[in-house]
């Protein structure tokens, strides 16, 4: 038996309906190249002056984290299909990210950047996009945020397979409330100590998810059910090696945890949209959410100022979200469309890029304005051209592979229109006895 689930009704936003979704993830990605732009265009001075007042980054990754939430759970149910959703996945984010790689391999036997990684654990870490939840520096700064990503996908994918995945309101308040309120007794590199200990969970956290999405392509419904305890059970590292070592990027485990809760805000907009979730209960998961990502930093550090910069980007991100959201009916401007095409690559590449730069112009920080100005402007330009060429040559022909891959599986997979129609007709409680 298939492990499918009928396709949610269609959002009635109309064609465009998305367009915001990309104008926004373009958006995202253009503030984050712009905040690493920052220090060479401002100097370091004003940019952690700015950097003192709102955290631009974690402001375009909490955007770009939203985002994913909505999307994430909206894919997979539109495929109605575990292993078309994991084909498609795969084919969207692999073939770019080791092209981003193989980049950096290239630079750095020619002496344009540096890689410091411990061999074994490195390659096994980067395999999994799991690098900062295993305490291991990804060889692009970057690289950080996949691992949530990774995370995100395997939880959806898990309560999707358990009929859990309705619940986002549930998921994303408890998370953040468990963030809150077991702050400080998470452990923060449970799994994480010493060397041989990366490289053990490295090896391990590998072959549970190469198993994991093997079980979903087979497209048996014992085989799914497996892979979704397993997907569901990596809440846990977050929860217990958020902060696996002094390399990773999120400071404790309660902070991956609320980084979590963040992407299962973005299910909940989602699922209040198509009305899965009503709109009290989705309004009071999405406080409790903004809220205890507010509260857990100010109850959990000791600095004040961090409380401000962290009360500030929260309140940034849910106005911009707010605002996109309730704009999304409206005519997107194309060239954020068309930024949100290549901002997964942009995204990848834009250090590697910067980092190239600075070794062109040695003391950059130390040049006059202008210089600093046009190297910026120059890096900007680049890549945005690069991340094109790369959209183009290799996100492009990989989701057109993905979806010859896909097509292979309908004719088992295809959803009964008999049965969305008649899930329509119910408010979209689409499951059915005997499917996954």
């Known amino acids: 038996m298939t492990a499918t689930l009928p396709a949610p009704p269609r959002a009635a936003d109309g064609p465009g309906r998305l367009g915001w979704l990309d104008a926004l993830r373009g958006y995202a990605a253009l503030v984050v190249v712009l905040f690493h732009l920052s220090p060479t265009v401002l100097g370091p001075e004003r940019h952690l002056a700015v950097f003192r007042t709102v955290d631009l980054g974690k402001y375009g990754v909490l955007l770009f984290f939203l985002v994913s939430g909505y999307v994430i759970p909206m894919s997979l149910e539109r495929h109605g299909s575990l292993r078309r959703f994991w084909v498609g996945r795969l084919c969207r984010i692999y073939p770019a990210y080791l092209v981003t790689l193989a980049v950096v391999a290239v630079l750095a036997a020619a002496g344009l950047t540096t890689v410091r990684l411990e061999p074994v654990t490195g390659a096994l870490a980067h395999a999994t996009m799991l690098s900062d939840l295993l305490g291991v520096r990804g060889v692009v700064r970057v690289f950080w945020t996949l691992s949530y990503e990774m995370t995100f996908y395997l939880v959806v994918a898990g309560l999707y397979a358990w009929r859990g995945h309705r619940h986002s309101g549930w998921w994303a308040a408890g998370l953040a409330v468990t963030a809150l309120l077991a702050g400080p007794l998470l452990p923060d590199g449970l799994l994480s100590s010493g060397p041989a200990g990366r490289r053990l969970a490295a090896a391990v956290l590998l072959v549970v998810l190469v198993a994991g999405v093997a079980a979903y392509l087979t497209g048996r419904r014992t085989a799914a059910l497996a892979a979704g305890a397993c997907g569901i059970g990596f809440l846990l590292l977050p929860a217990v090696n958020g902060h696996a070592g002094p390399r990773s990027t999120v400071i404790a485990s309660w902070q991956g945890l609320l980084l979590l809760a963040v992407m299962f805000a973005g299910t909940v907009v989602y699922r209040a949209q198509h009305r899965q979730l009503g709109r009290v209960p989705a309004v009071l998961a999405l406080a409790v959410v903004a809220g205890c990502v507010v509260g857990a930093h100010r109850a959990h550090l000791a600095s004040p100022a961090a409380h401000r910069v962290w009360l ?125």
Not at 369 to 383: E, K, P, S
Request: overall charge positive; glycine content about 8%.
């Open 312 to 436: 500030l980007t929260t309140v940034a991100v849910v106005a911009t979200f707010g605002l996109a959201f309730a704009l999304r009916r409206r005519a997107v401007p194309g060239v954020l469309v068309r930024l949100g095409t290549v901002s997964y690559s942009l995204y990848l590449l834009h250090v590697v890029v910067l980092q190239v730069a600075h070794r062109a112009v040695p003391g950059l920080a130390d040049r006059p304005a202008a210089v600093r100005i046009a190297v910026a402007a120059a890096v900007l330009v680049v890549a945005l051209g690069v991340a094109g060429l790369s959209y183009r040559v290799v996100e492009r022909p990989a989701q057109a592979l993905g979806r010859r891959v896909q097509r292979r599986f309908e004719p088992g997979d295809r959803p009964r229109i008999a049965t969305q129609r008649a899930a329509t007709r119910t408010g979209g409680r689409q499951n059915r006895p005997g499917s996954v």
